[in-house]
């Protein structure tokens, strides 16, 4: 299949190429992950995913230049491929798998390219339970449905997700479900807000343009899986006479500057998120993050 019209509706891939770009995928990422080495998937990889895993490498080969002594292979199995048709660009699918990591929790990848010379790359991943992985729409041949990230369908637009999740982070509300991502993470941080001698503070940070653009699968119950991004922000004050905890060699390697009072550390996190047909609270079904950079002042 080519596909090469910008209004045309296709599917985004065929099944045979969703299944190589899984297999190029993990090929990629191993021999990345045994040598620390970022160049060696770099082009497997990319947006919100992209980034975690840049900075991962570069903290290893900091710390362990000699490669990962800890390497084991990812072994992905049972990949239910879920390709949506759609026009225009980019072209993207969902790839539900098992992984003899991260116990039995279904590994969730979401593949992206912008063109037909472009490698396929994974954007997101978020660890799910098997039982919270919902059943998708499709029509008679087994297509997905991709959904308009303008869409007024749903309780919150896919476009505005990640600036609704922001703002809840910020000051609450109800448009999303309490959970470890939502209610319980806004507690920790109130909790770790002010410690003895130590001040936390946080700003947090939509992720909208480009390959951390939202993307979203139409669920069977009317619905959609949103797959989303954003950036936060944690800055560790020492108080007059104290120091900041000394961090440990990984957050060191990615760190610039000398931290003498204070220590700030940026992460990107890749969410995914059901939201409601209609109205309703928005559920954070998973959340990987990673730290990218940090700074000492």
């Given at each position: 299949?080519?596909?090469?019209?910008?209004?045309?509706?296709?599917?985004?891939?065929?099944?045979?190429?969703?299944?190589?770009?899984?297999?190029?995928?993990?090929?990629?990422?191993?021999?990345?992950?045994?040598?620390?080495?970022?160049?060696?998937?770099?082009?497997?990889?990319?947006?919100?995913?992209?980034?975690?895993?840049?900075?991962?490498?570069?903290?290893?080969?900091?710390?362990?230049?000699?490669?990962?002594?800890?390497?084991?292979?990812?072994?992905?199995?049972?990949?239910?491929?879920?390709?949506?048709?759609?026009?225009?660009?980019?072209?993207?699918?969902?790839?539900?798998?098992?992984?003899?990591?991260?116990?039995?929790?279904?590994?969730?990848?979401?593949?992206?390219?912008?063109?037909?010379?472009?490698?396929?790359?994974?954007?997101?991943?978020?660890?799910?339970?098997?039982?919270?992985?919902?059943?998708?729409?499709?029509?008679?041949?087994?297509?997905?449905?991709?959904?308009?990230?303008?869409?007024?369908?749903?309780?919150?637009?896919?476009?505005?997700?990640s600036k609704e999740y922001v703002s809840y982070l910020k000051g609450g509300g109800v448009k999303f479900a309490p959970g470890s991502h939502t209610s319980?993470?806004?507690?920790?941080?109130?909790?770790?807000?002010?410690?003895?001698?130590?001040?936390?503070?946080?700003?947090?940070?939509?992720?909208?343009?480009?390959?951390?653009?939202?993307?979203?699968?139409?669920?069977?119950?009317?619905?959609?899986?949103?797959?989303?991004?954003?950036?936060?922000?944690?800055?560790?004050?020492?108080?007059?006479?104290?120091?900041?905890?000394?961090?440990?060699?990984?957050?060191?390697?990615?760190?610039?500057?000398?931290?003498?009072?204070?220590?700030?550390?940026?992460?990107?996190?890749?969410?995914?998120?059901?939201?409601?047909?209609?109205?309703?609270?928005?559920?954070?079904?998973?959340?990987?993050?990673?730290?990218?950079?940090?700074?000492?002042?």
């Amino acid at each position: 299949m080519v596909v090469r019209g910008e209004k045309e509706v296709l599917p985004s891939a065929t099944r045979a190429e969703a299944a190589k770009a899984l297999r190029q995928f993990t090929t990629a990422y191993n021999a990345a992950d045994k040598s620390y080495d970022s160049s060696l998937d770099a082009d497997r990889v990319t947006g919100a995913l992209g980034a975690i895993d840049a900075a991962r490498l570069k903290a290893g080969r900091a710390t362990s230049p000699g490669g990962n002594p800890a390497h084991t292979p990812l072994v992905l199995s049972d990949a239910r491929i879920t390709i949506p048709a759609k026009a225009g660009w980019p072209r993207w699918f969902v790839a539900d798998t098992a992984a003899n990591k991260g116990g039995t929790a279904r590994w969730v990848f979401v593949f992206t390219r912008d063109g037909l010379d472009d490698p396929w790359a994974a954007a997101y991943l978020t660890l799910l339970d098997p039982d919270v992985v919902p059943e998708f729409k499709k029509d008679a041949n087994g297509w997905a449905e991709a959904v308009p990230a303008n869409s007024a369908e749903l309780a919150v637009p896919p476009r505005y997700l990640s600036k609704e999740y922001v703002s809840y982070l910020k000051g609450g509300g109800v448009k999303f479900a309490p959970g470890s991502h939502t209610s319980r993470w806004r507690a920790e941080r109130r909790r770790n807000a002010e410690r003895p001698g130590l001040v936390r503070q946080y700003l947090d940070e939509p992720l909208t343009q480009g390959d951390y653009a939202p993307l979203a699968l139409r669920t069977a119950d009317g619905g959609a899986l949103v797959f989303f991004a954003t950036r936060h922000f944690e800055k560790q004050t020492a108080a007059q006479g104290a120091s900041v905890p000394v961090p440990n060699k990984a957050v060191r390697a990615l760190t610039e500057g000398e931290i003498k009072q204070s220590l700030t550390l940026e992460f990107v996190s890749n969410e995914v998120a059901r939201v409601p047909e209609g109205s309703g609270r928005v559920e954070i079904l998973g959340r990987i993050q990673g730290m990218t950079s940090a700074k000492g002042e």
